[in-house]
């Protein structure tokens, strides 16, 4: 991603998405090239890299404890913690 107005509008308008989907603390960084959010107990961050040219979506939940020993010896499997729809 060059380092222009593009990459700032790609930034803006991903914060814009998240305020319209309700998400709290949605921060633009001052010099435009990431925002943050959190919704429930979930972070989410759009970044913006230009001199390696590319945009980065990360996301950060809850540790959820295994239920057994099983569980905790077997892979990771993606499930939701419950709370929120988003």
């Known amino acids: ?12 308008k991903v ?3 998240w305020r319209e989907l309700g998400f709290d603390n949605v ?11 959190q919704t429930g ?8 890299t230009p001199k390696v040219g590319r945009a980065e979506l990360g996301a950060s939940g809850p540790c959820a404890e295994p239920e057994s020993a099983s569980e905790r010896d077997s892979s990771p499997e993606f499930r939701s913690l419950g709370g ?3």
């Open 27 to 37: 921060e633009v960084d001052p010099i435009g090239e990431s925002v943050l959010a």
């Open 41 to 48: 107990d979930y972070r989410l961050s759009f970044e913006v």
């Open 1 to 12: 991603m060059p380092k222009d107005p593009e990459s700032e509008r790609l930034v803006t």
């Open 15 to 17: 914060a814009e998405h």
């Open 84 to 86: 929120s729809d988003r």
